[in-house]
């Protein structure tokens, strides 16, 4: 399943390598596509909890995501 969301607060493509490997970090997410204007799609095998993506975000970095 694909989930989108936009990330804010992005800025170079640092940042988005960031969140790339944070949320990539999420057990059962299978694939993250990011773009530093802000949409981010998530690949996984199952419905990803929010509270999870957010806590991968600001690990990351001062990002805040939602849902699209």
Known sequence: ???NYVV???TCGH???HVTEEVSA?????DV????AGPMAVT???AIDLAKVEEAVAE?????V???
Do not use: F, H, R, W
Request: glycine share 10%.
């Open 1 to 3: 399943m694909i989930t």
């Open 44 to 46: 996984s095998d199952a």
């Open 15 to 17: 940042c988005v390598n």
């Open 60 to 64: 990351a970095g001062d990002y805040k």
């Open 8 to 10: 804010t607060g992005m």
């Open 33 to 36: 596509k990011v773009e530093q």
């Open 26 to 30: 999420i057990p059962g997410v299978t």
């Open 66 to 68: 939602a849902l699209v």
